[in-house]
């Protein structure tokens, strides 16, 4: 079974301190892993796709990078409006696209 | 772009009723759109994957009978949940992909927020 575990649950920062999230995964086969932010009472809206380890991309103040076992997401110089929740979710070859999604972390940024 | 819609954004509705909310992909053909269920402070939880023109799969645990998906055309996909009882209260939100490009990515709808009394 795809699992998928995100640490912290919660994680607090000053406005400019730089931080990162992680996402540990475990699949049968991966064809891709995908980052959302989700603010309170919407759909999460998607950041970026990677599919192999040593994998990239950035925007804006988030990079997210991969390797075969985890992914993370890299803040930097934060800002209020970066304030949500990121999701992490992994879709297995052969799984007719299903998603299976962390529990998130829940980022607050502070003035 | 990828903008989903979902409609309505809220709705209350007594014990024992119907209702149905509706996904539609506004600016892309989707070949296959999935509905999950996200509880207070929880991730998402995938009910269903429909594919246009075939039955639903529905993920184990979901009631079939419950939880009518109908994809009737490539950028429509609609939810009944039938005779809503309270435990059925939840966000319930959709995705889709779309039929050409990058169909790993999943683009999700603003959710719909289903409260029965």
């Known amino acids: 079974e795809d699992q998928v575990t995100q640490s912290p649950e919660a994680l607090r920062l000053q406005e400019g301190e730089s931080s990162s999230l992680n996402c540990s995964y475990t699949v049968s086969g991966l064809r891709g892993l995908f980052w959302y932010r989700q603010d309170p009472g919407k759909g999460p809206e998607f950041l970026f796709t990677l599919y192999s380890a040593g994998e990239e991309k950035e925007k804006e103040r988030l990079k997210a990078t991969l390797t075969k076992k985890e992914s993370f997401l890299h803040i930097t110089a934060p800002k209020p409006e970066d304030s949500a929740t990121y999701l992490c979710?992994?879709?297995?070859?052969?799984?007719?696209?299903?998603?299976?999604f962390g529990k998130g972390t829940l980022l607050t940024v502070n003035p | 772009g990828a903008v989903v819609s979902q409609h309505p954004s809220r709705v209350i509705c007594k014990s024992g009723t119907s209702v149905k909310i509706e996904c539609r992909s506004l600016d892309f053909q989707a070949t296959t759109m999935f509905w999950y269920r996200q509880f207070p402070k929880q991730s998402l939880m995938l009910m269903a994957t429909s594919n246009e023109g075939s039955k639903a799969t529905y993920e184990q645990g979901v009631e079939k009978d419950k939880f009518l998906i109908n994809h009737a055309s490539l950028t429509l996909s609609t939810l009944t949940v039938t005779s809503a009882h309270p435990e059925d209260s939840s966000f319930y939100i959709c995705s889709a992909s779309k039929a050409s490009g990058s169909r790993y990515e999943q683009y999700f709808g603003p959710g719909t927020r289903l409260t029965v009394t």
């Open positions: 979710a992994v879709q297995a070859r052969g799984s007719n696209y299903k998603l299976t």
